[in-house]
Structure formats: C-alpha cells, structure tokens
C-alpha cells in the first residue's frame, strides 16, 4: 500500500465514525430514572474536569524557586520546561541562571550558549541569561579559545566566573574585561602564570566587582610599580594568593570598601610585610583569614593578630602560626573583642596541634574574648580523638551555650538564678469552677515567642573541605556547615557513620539537613 493510499484510507475511517454516532452495545431501556439526575452530574463534572486553571506565570516562577539549586535538580527543572511554553519560560530562567557544569555536560552547554561559526547557527537567547559560571570543576576539558568564546557570548548577564584549572590563559583577558556587569572573578584555579600588571589591566574596567581572588600561579613583575593600578571601587572581599612581593604587600593602596582578606599560598611574603598590611586594613576589615601555605612566617608570627586588628568579626587563622600567648590579655584590645566565630587550621606537621588547647579558648571567652560563639576546628589537631581534651570541649560548649541564651534574652543566668533562690515562692490560690483566670501577659509573651535559631558551639571541619574549591559555590556549601545537630549519636545512625569518620561534619549535616528538611538547633558536635 503506498502513502497516499494509506492516508486515504484513514480520512475515511475518520469521517465514518464521525457520520455514525456511538451506539451502546447493552440495551439500556430497565434503568431507572433517577439515573438520569446521576448522568447530568457526571457529565457537569467532566466539563468541569475538562476546564484548564490559568496559573500566571510569576505564580509558576514562584513555584519553581523553590526546587533547590544543586546539580541534581537540573533534571527537574529540564522536565518542567518541557511541561508548556508557559512553564518553559519559568523553568528556563532558573536552569541557565546558575548551571553545574562538569565534564559530562560541558560539550552540550556549549553547543547550546555559543555553537561554532562554521555550523551557522544564530546565537543562542539563551546566554543572556546565565548569570553565575563556574568551569572550576573542568580541568581538561575545552581549550583557552573556546573558554575566551564563552566568556564572550555570556559578557552581557555574567555576573559571577569561576576560571576552570588548564583552559584559562591570557588570551581570555579581553573578553572577560568586557563582562562589565562581574561582581565575583574567581581565577585561584588557573594554572598558567599570570603577570600582576596584566591582571591589574584586566579588572579596571571592572566597576562592580566586589570579589577578587589571585591566582596561585600568578608571578610578580619588576618593573611593576603598585603606583601604576588602582583597584575597583566596590571591592569588598581580596583573596591575596601566588607571588605577591613585599612591595607589593607594603606600598599596596587600600581599597575603599574592603572588608574582608584572605592571605594564602603566598611563598615570598615576609612577616613584617603582612603584618604591616594588616595594620593599614585593620580600621576597616571584619573578616580575615590567614592559611599555612606562608612559609615564611615564624611559629608565633600572629600572636598579636586580634590587637592589630580590632574589629574582626570572623577569623580564620592557622595554629602553625600562633601559641598559646595569642589568647593572653597583652594580645586584646582594651575593650572586649567582637570576634564571633574562630576557625583554627592546621598543617598537620609535628607538634603543631599540642600549642594549646581548649582550656585556653574557655578562659578567653570568659575574658576578653567574650563575644565568641562559635569555633571550628580542623580535625588535624586531634582533639576529637583525645580523651584529655574531650571533658575540656564540654566546657567549651556549655559555656558558648550559655553566653548565647544570655545574648538572646538579655540576662545572666548566673544573676537570675540568684535572684530566684532569693524571691520567695508567691502563695497558691484557690479557684472557683467557672472562675475567669488572668493570665499575666509576660507568662504568655515567654510561651509564645519563639527560641532563636542557636548557632554557639564547637565543631570539627575537615582541611579537604578548606582547601578544595573555595568559589562562591563553594562558599555557599560551606555555608551549610553551620546547620548542625545537638544529638550527635542520630546523625551517627541516621548517615551510618562511626564517631570517627563523623569529623567530616559539614558534608554529613548538609546531607542531614536536606533529609530531614527542617532546621534544628546547631549545638556541638562534641556533645555524644
């Protein structure tokens, strides 16, 4: 049977059925009546069954933010663009918005944003809308033009880039001076050896960057004078890393909005050179962190890290660089320090972790140090594992609990106690039935208002976790980490780890976290 005869054919059969109207094969003449009634209430649902419920688009965008954004749900937002039109303009905005790129996915992004010239294919609409990339986990994949090629299809939405490790040289320099709307460059991962004065020639033009890490491999110039830069007007957070000199550390100018500094993988800085640095951010930084890849810098070199710098809020500092004199009076300021959350690293080599230990840090928090509620610890030091150290951690923790539940209801619970051993308990009255009870108000403001979320406590992080990837995903993931639990024998059982392997603590919560789908009360890790 040819086509045209086949599509004949089934024209006929369509207008046959369409001419004789459907009979009922059994003989409905018995049914009762009331019947009828029941069939006009079917056939009013079905019509109304068959209505479609118009939802605006902003209800379905709505709806659609709250899928979580990881890597995993890109197959959830792919299946709802394929639901309508409608929902396809919801869904496409989040999947471009953010995309996980890795190697599987990576040659069919690119076929999508920026297809080659020679396939001519118009440009894709859909690059405008990519707002964050991050190529840090390609390391072989791609090549340096393809990389420049993306940047330049992305320039006119990109606002955070993350450079991948093997396929990110100079030759990406001028399409990425051209993304003027970058608030995050992140080139820590890049591999080939970077001149300050190109990078410095890059990031001008840049008038919204907020966030700029150095690359580890980037090489000081001698003929580069700090005098020939100037750094972009909105940057708030420096991540000094590669072969920054001691001139460029000393003659370096201050940016305005600076407000937070990262010091790491720099092998030529000297110990004078950073500390005078600090001294000049110091009026305006609140969150500072000083890795161990300085080798230049003594085993006390930091001591008086928190008198130089008296307005930290967040410190990330490691032990190989500090003693137990950076927790003594002469190194605090007069008044007491804001340090909130103290993050202590570690390199892991010999002698290192027996500097101090929690003692220290309680006797601190006592004293000038008493704005600190949360500290982390790298599970190179061992505390965790060492039963001397294990009762002093309870201390810790019960203390920085203590301190917060004072922040929160604005009283001292070693004063309330005393007061209610004082104050003589009220006489007991006697009620009618049906009598009206008064409640005091203060009773019901305590029943009612809700208890913060409690973050104070001491937890372990693993190095890995520091060290891998440190970009705004990353930042985000670590994030996470805060979300811990009080009951650290159910995370035990529910992830089905030993208390050994539980020091990996901010994967294990984040995952708890997203089972559980609900916010506990981040308490101690130590706490078994």
């Known amino acids: 049977m040819t086509l045209m005869a086949f599509l004949k ?50 209800v379905i965008f ?27 303009a919801a869904a496409v905005l989040l999947l471009y918005e953010r995309p996980h790129i890795s190697g599987r996915n990576f040659k069919q992004f690119v076929a999508t944003i920026c297809p080659s010239v020679n396939a001519h294919v118009r440009k894709s609409e859909l690059a405008i809308l990519v707002k964050a990339l991050d190529m840090g986990y390609l390391v072989h994949d791609g090549s340096r033009s393809l990389t420049a ?17 093997a396929s990110f040289a100079i030759n990406c320099f001028a399409a990425l001076a051209k993304c003027s709307r970058l608030r995050h460059l992140d080139l820590s991962l890049v591999s080939d050896s970077i001149a300050l004065s ?37 940057l708030e957070s420096l991540h000094l890393a590669g072969g920054v000199s001691d001139n460029f550390l000393l003659n370096m100018h201050n940016p305005p909005r600076l407000s937070s500094l990262t010091i790491e993988h720099c092998p030529f800085a000297k110990p004078a050179s950073i500390r005078t640095l ?8 609140t969150r500072l962190k000083v890795s161990y890849h300085i080798p230049l810098l003594p085993f006390n070199g930091l001591d008086n890290i ?14 190989d660089f500090i003693t137990d004199h ?38 601190a928090v006592c004293g000038a140090l008493g704005k600190l509620r949360r500290v ?40 309330n106690s005393e007061a209610e051993a004082m104050t003589e308990p009220a006489e007991s009255k006697e009620t009618v039935p049906g009598e009206n009870l008064e409640t005091p108000q203060t009773g019901i403001n305590e029943i009612i208002k809700p208890l913060p979320v409690q973050k104070a406590g001491v937890w372990t992080f693993t190095n890995t976790q520091l060290s891998m990837h440190e970009t705004a995903a990353g930042i985000r993931a670590l994030s996470h980490s805060d979300m811990l639990f009080s009951d650290h024998a159910e995370l035990r059982r529910a992830t089905g780890t030993s208390s050994t392997h539980a020091s990996t603590f901010s994967q294990i919560a984040a995952a708890y976290y997203r089972d559980l789908g609900h916010q506990k009360a981040a308490w101690a890790f130590f706490r078994r």
């Open 326 to 363: 950076f927790f003594q009076v002469h190194n605090f300021p007069p008044m007491v320090h804001p340090l909130e959350m103290l993050e202590l690293e570690c390199s892991g080599n010999v002698g290192v972790a027996q500097k101090f230990g929690p003692n220290e840090i309680y006797i």
């Open 9 to 58: 054919a089934q024209q006929g059969l369509e207008s046959l059925c369409l001419e004789q109207p459907f009979q009922p094969i059994h003989d409905t003449s018995s049914v009762p009546s009331i019947s009828s009634s029941r069939d006009d209430e079917g056939l009013a649902q079905n019509a109304a069954s068959s209505t479609e419920v118009f939802l605006p688009s902003e």
């Open 62 to 88: 709505n709806i659609l933010s709250f899928i979580p954004r990881r890597a995993s749900s890109q197959p959830t937002l792919h299946a709802c663009s394929l639901v309508s039109r409608q929902w396809y």
């Open 198 to 234: 190109d990078l410095f020639r890059v990031i001008k033009p840049l008038s919204q960057l907020s966030s700029l890490r150095f690359p580890r491999s980037s090489n000081y110039d001698r003929g580069f004078t700090t005098n020939s830069f100037s750094w972009p007007p909105n």
């Open 376 to 415: 982390r610890l790298s599970e190179r030091l061992g505390w965790q594992d060492s039963k001397e150290f294990i009762s002093d951690i309870k201390d810790l923790v019960d203390l920085l609990e203590t301190k917060e539940y004072e922040d929160w209801t604005g009283q001292n619970t070693d004063e």
């Open 278 to 285: 600090l001294a000049k951010l110091a009026p305006q930084l």
């Open 149 to 165: 090629r993306i940047l330049g299809r992305l320039k006119g939405g990109l606002e955070e880039f993350v450079a991948p490790q």
């Open 306 to 319: 928190l008198l130089i710098c008296p307005n930290l809020v967040y410190l990330s500092i490691a032990v």
